[in-house]
């Protein structure tokens, strides 16, 4: 069980406005070619985060801005934006035990708690995270790399 890539599409997508969107139209087109994904998946994604008013996406012409600072931004809300499910995917009971197995029968009721706490610990943990964060992660990577 994982969280799924759109994420880290997100994230990337909001790295590459951050960076190059003062500078440049940002447009699906564009970070298609970077993220190596379908303009449409890229589309889907940036609307789910301009509906979550953390983007502003110029309809016809294109061009997509950071509406809010990246301090301010976290990764739980980035990923809640585009995955409203992530957790549940990342921490989520099998959807067939048996009816007639004690375990089986059991085993939701035997997982809630603990699956709950989970999800609550990495809630904290993602809203901890800030895009100014994963930018400095970028930029440190950046400088390390050249």
């Known amino acids: 069980m994982h969280i799924s890539n759109k994420c880290s599409l997100a994230i990337h ?15 699906s087109e564009l970070l298609s070619l970077s993220t190596g994904c379908n303009p ?4 889907n994604i940036l609307s789910a985060l ?6 502003d996406v110029k309809s016809g012409t294109g061009g997509a801005t950071l509406v809010m600072k990246p301090e301010n931004i976290t990764l739980y809300q980035i990923c809640m934006a585009v995955e409203p499910d992530a957790l549940d995917k990342v ?26 706490k989970l ?16 930018l400095a992660d970028y930029h440190n990577t950046l400088k390390n790399n050249s």
């Not at 921490?91 to 709950?116: K, M, Q, W």
């Open 119 to 134: 999800k609550e610990d990495m809630a904290v943990s993602m809203k901890a995270i800030t895009l100014d964060k994963i």
């Open 13 to 27: 997508c909001l790295i590459f406005i951050h960076e190059y969107g003062t500078a440049n139209k940002v447009t």
């Open 50 to 55: 301009k509906k979550d008013g953390i983007l």
């Open 40 to 43: 449409v998946t890229i589309r």
């Open 91 to 116: 921490v989520g009971v099998h959807s067939a035990p048996s009816p007639f197995c004690p375990v089986g029968r059991n085993i939701c009721s035997v997982l809630d708690d603990t699956y709950e």
